[in-house]
């Protein structure tokens, strides 16, 4: 039939129009135009063997509009990065991506119009799944890895890999002058946000033990960082004032617990495979 798409970019394009015209519209499709059924069936059957299925897409969703939405931020800002980053790659080095790999990246990545480091983030893991000297270092599970993740988080990851070193942070404790008892006051306190150029934010506290629940960093039990004049910076911070005088009009003092955070062995990897070459 004349005018019928010849690739899968053209049928998509083609595809994902009707579609938000019919949703809009709420009425039948007019002669000439696929109607939402034919489309939606024609991209699943040509994407059936290759990189996703669009049937399975579709059962996970719960809004009609955000799979328009998202297929659309794909083939609009997402296709051209991850383009970008293969013409890269010499041709003689480039291969098939594992479906393993494209799959979950194409169907997660519909979501990260509002998370730009993520989608670098993927585009990345798909360039090196897809170059022949790289795909030793992508693994499936990155995909969920990054789906789990913040933007502040990915530029903590970042920083943490760039520099290829540990970090200082500190537990604080409330302690009696005669050593009889403490409490935690505050745990996982550290400037690592902003050297990481986010804002100054409790929330670090929080991303460290969000980036340590994915195995992307630890903070090992008994280690700390043997240039120990990296630990007075935190412990003379001026955010922690409130605290010293809360502590000294009980009655008490403060005690620095020192230790470090770094990337895991897992967490290097994923920098390597995923951040490392990003933009963000």
């Known amino acids: 039939m004349q005018g019928e798409p010849k690739n899968l970019n053209e049928l998509a394009s083609k595809a994902l129009s009707t579609v938000a015209e019919d949703f809009a519209a709420g009425s039948r499709p007019e002669n000439g135009r696929m109607s939402t ?9 040509m994407t059936a063997n290759k990189a996703h299925s669009v049937v399975s897409v579709l059962n996970d969703l719960t809004s009609f509009k955000t799979y328009v939405a998202g297929w659309q931020y794909v083939e609009s800002n997402l296709l ?28 997660a990545a519909k979501f990260t119009s509002e998370e730009p480091a993520l989608a670098e983030m993927f585009a990345e893991l798909l360039a090196g799944a897809m170059n022949t ?3 030793d270092d992508a693994h ?6 990054i789906k789990n ?4 988080e990915a530029r903590i990851i970042k920083y943490l890999g760039d520099k290829n070193e540990s970090h200082p942070i500190v537990n604080i404790h409330s302690v009696e002058f ?11 306190f550290t400037y690592l946000g902003k050297y990481a150029g986010l804002p100054m934010s409790d929330r ?31 412990e003379n911070a001026p955010e922690l004032e409130l605290a010293r005088n809360h502590v000294k009009e009980s009655g008490r003092k403060l005690n620095f617990e020192r230790r470090l955070v770094r990337l895991t062995v897992f967490g290097e990897s994923f920098y390597k495979a995923c951040v490392k070459g990003a933009a963000f």
């Open 133 to 135: 000297k790289a795909s």
């Open 37 to 45: 059924g034919e489309a939606l069936a024609d991209i699943a059957n």
């Open 178 to 188: 005669d050593g009889s008892g403490y409490y935690e006051i505050i745990r996982n």
């Open 149 to 152: 993740l913040t933007s502040e």
């Open 80 to 107: 051209p990065l991850m383009k970008k980053k293969v013409e890269e790659i010499p041709e003689s080095d480039r291969q098939q991506p594992p479906i393993a790999i494209a799959g979950p990246i194409f169907e």
């Open 204 to 234: 670090i506290r929080t991303q460290i033990s969000s980036l340590t629940r994915l195995g992307i960093t630890e903070v090992p039990a008994g280690l700390i960082i043997t240039d120990q004049g990296k630990y007075v910076e935190l």
């Open 140 to 145: 499936p599970s990155y995909v969920d890895v």
